[in-house]
């Protein structure tokens, strides 16, 4: 068991926490700091797969988020700037793990946030969990360009 102080230690950090949480949820439910309206990230559904991603001319990368994963929700703002910055030569895409299951299930996700990238139609890479930060998306986005651009 814990002791006050421990229990008081705990009490204290899940309730700065949860309004943190709080603070950063904007009326959409997200935590984000940039509109998706305004970017030249897409958000698609199940319907639309085929025609955005696989019969793309350029490479795609699919970010398969959930809308109740924390990790995701951190990505999203992140993720609609790099797809602002690559819009010309790559195009990031976004879909609802529970919105699309049909789908989704298909690409067995295991964890969230997934992005897979599809070049000529076919997954190509894989990358689970979190990327890191900005640049280390963008570095991740840079060489899926660069190789396809050798294939």
């Not at 943190?20 to 984000?32: A, R």
């Amino acid at each position: 068991m814990f002791s006050k102080k421990q229990s008081f230690i705990t009490l204290t950090l899940l309730s700065v926490v949860s309004f943190d949480l709080y603070t950063f949820c904007d009326s959409s439910g997200f935590w984000g700091y940039a509109n998706s309206a305004d970017t030249a990230s897409v958000e698609i559904t199940q319907d639309m797969f085929e025609k955005e991603v696989l019969q793309s001319d350029i490479p795609v990368i699919l970010d398969v988020y959930a809308v109740w994963c924390g990790p995701c929700q951190m990505l999203k703002p992140i993720f609609a700037q790099v797809a602002q910055e690559f819009k010309d030569s790559c195009k990031l895409v976004s879909i609802d793990y529970d919105k699309n299951l049909k789908l989704t299930s298909t690409l067995e996700i295991r964890c969230f946030p997934t992005m897979l990238v599809y070049h000529k139609g076919k997954i190509v890479q894989r990358l689970e969990g979190f990327p890191g930060n900005k640049e280390e998306l963008a570095k991740f986005v840079q060489a899926v360009v660069d190789s396809a651009a050798q294939n």
